[in-house]
């Protein structure tokens, strides 16, 4: 039932990540191996960017001119095709198991085998009017029904991300607990007294942080005595449980020998920047947001305490005018074993005439064409990374709607496409002072405390949050959800003795 139910949700999220997983697994075996498949893919991405423009010249009437460029494109193609074969015979020859490392589908006994102790991890699949949770642990197996699957999830989903809309929304607790008890009050009797739970959700609870499930009665006039479930261990989260396999074998195997880089205190793009990146008149309203963004002082701060905390040089950050699409996109990022971005990203959701996500840089010099200074998840496909996190600090980084069933934006999963092992992802806008502290205390908590894993990182920060806006240390509006809740793990983000993130040099 457990294998049956992935191969009725499986996601070209899941594949990709599974994908590169095996990858990462084969280039430490052996660095030709990550070499040529690294050629593969991208001959591959190629050879459909050929294809697709070749599809759009061919969509209307296809003049002498028009006909020409076809036939140049068509010849591209052939030649990249060429390419590609050799490219795949290669991989053959130095992985001839590549292709069973790439599993879409994987058994509970895969699944137990690389659990911690005391770990649980929680597998939910919905359809429309019901749905499952699988709870696994130490050999044991918890299964419950979701009543009404999505049609009854979504709206609850709904309700609870309406109050992380500000600090002024007033948060749903009810819905909140609903979720709780429709999604995991029936396998609660396996998790209880587990320090770890890693959550693999789907549909509308993609588009949710599972550390704010409500487990019991609240008290909105005491926020910071709510029962969240982040009060009963870390949480991670994974897109499937095939990825959960492959990128906890791949965890911390970073061979990078720096700490640290840092990427953010954008430079806004003027006016004319941007009305020459979006010229058209259907994108007024993006004109419009791109020129209301504002500056972010917390974001400069937060990659200046995370690069104190770290010890690391100044010349390991790209700021300021330094910090364009173009820059970060020519950087050698192999050498580092966290990448740590604090800036303004954007969704496709979030503007009209804007197809892919991107992460808002500084503009260069010169160049009007909004990718100069847009680094988006196509470009971030062909970074070369080693890395064992990636620091998203921006507004709704993680992405994932519910609607399509893909659990991340398409900037994060390009990032896990470039071999990132584990993200720290937002599910919506922050606040650009909060998120800095938050940041830099989740980077201390992991530079103090090495086998927590950024997941218990994360929550020691969350909980310090909640527990001192009591105390008079930070405001008591500080414990609502919007502030402390934004960010969530993807990845493999266990405690394990001795290791993190942030690992010793080699």
């Known amino acids: 039932m457990f294998m ?21 697994a084969e280039n430490a075996r052996d660095p030709e191996i990550g070499k040529a498949l690294k050629l593969r893919d991208s001959l591959q991405r190629e050879a459909d960017r050929i294809y697709r423009a070749v599809d759009t010249l061919g969509g209307g009437a296809v003049s002498e001119r028009t006909g020409g460029q076809i036939a140049q494109l068509e010849k591209q193609g052939d030649q990249v095709q060429a390419q590609l074969a050799l490219a795949e015979a290669r991989v053959r020859q130095l992985s001839p198991n ?23 991890f929680v597998a939910l699949f919905l359809s429309q009017h019901e749905g499952w949770t699988f709870a696994l642990r130490n050999g044991e197996i918890a299964i419950s029904r979701i009543e009404g699957g999505s049609d009854r999830i979504g709206p609850l989903v709904k309700r609870v991300r309406s109050g992380t809309d500000g600090a002024a929304a007033a948060f749903d607790f009810e819905s909140a607990k609903r979720l709780y008890d429709l999604t995991l009050r029936g396998v609660a009797p396996l998790m209880q007294g587990a320090h770890a739970f890693v959550i693999a959700p789907t549909g509308p609870l993609l588009s949710v942080p599972f550390s704010i499930l409500v487990t019991g009665p609240a008290d909105p006039n005491r926020l910071a005595e709510v029962p969240w479930l982040l009060r009963q261990g870390t949480i991670s989260h994974v897109p499937a449980p095939t990825n959960f396999i492959s990128l906890r074998k791949v965890a911390d195997t970073s061979r990078a ?23 058209d008149r259907q994108c007024g309203r993006d004109r419009a947001a791109l020129a209301g963004l504002p500056l972010l002082p917390g ?11 770290l010890g690391a040089p100044q010349t390991d950050a790209l700021l300021g005018d330094a910090f364009t699409a173009d820059r970060v996109a020519s950087q050698d990022l192999k050498p580092y074993q966290i990448l740590h971005f604090a800036a303004h990203a954007l969704l496709p959701s979030d503007l009209e005439c804007q197809t892919e996500a991107a992460i808002v840089t500084s503009p260069p010099p010169s160049g009007t064409n909004r990718n100069s200074w847009l680094l988006t998840a196509s470009r971030v496909l062909n970074l070369d990374l080693d890395a064992n996190l990636v620091i998203l600090s921006a507004c709704n980084s993680g992405g994932g709607d519910g609607k399509s069933g893909e659990s991340l934006s398409g900037l994060a999963r390009s990032f896990f496409f470039a071999h990132a092992r584990s993200l720290l992802v937002t599910h919506w806008d922050v606040n650009d002072k909060v998120a800095a502290l938050l940041v830099v205390l989740t980077i201390n908590n992991l530079k103090e405390k090495p086998g927590l894993g950024v997941a218990g990182a994360l929550r020691e920060a969350q909980l310090e949050l909640l527990d001192q806006s009591t105390t008079g240390k930070y405001p008591a509006v500080i414990a609502h959800p919007f502030y402390w809740a934004p960010f969530a793990v993807i990845g493999d983000g266990g405690e394990r003795a001795g290791r993190s993130a942030l690992s010793a040099a080699r």
């Open 257 to 279: 020998s720096k700490k640290w880089f840092g990427f953010g205190d954008f430079r806004k793009p003027d006016p004319a920047r941007i009305q020459a990146g979006f010229p």
């Open 299 to 309: 974001a400069t701060a937060e990659l200046k305490g995370a690069e104190g905390i």
């Open 98 to 120: 590549y292709g069973q490392l790439v599993q879409d589908v994987v058994s509970a006994r895969d699944v137990f085998a690389v659990m911690h102790s005391n770990e649980v």
């Open 4 to 24: 049956a139910a992935q191969i009725a949700q499986g996601t070209i999220t899941s594949h990709q990540i599974a994908q590169a997983s095996a990858a990462l």
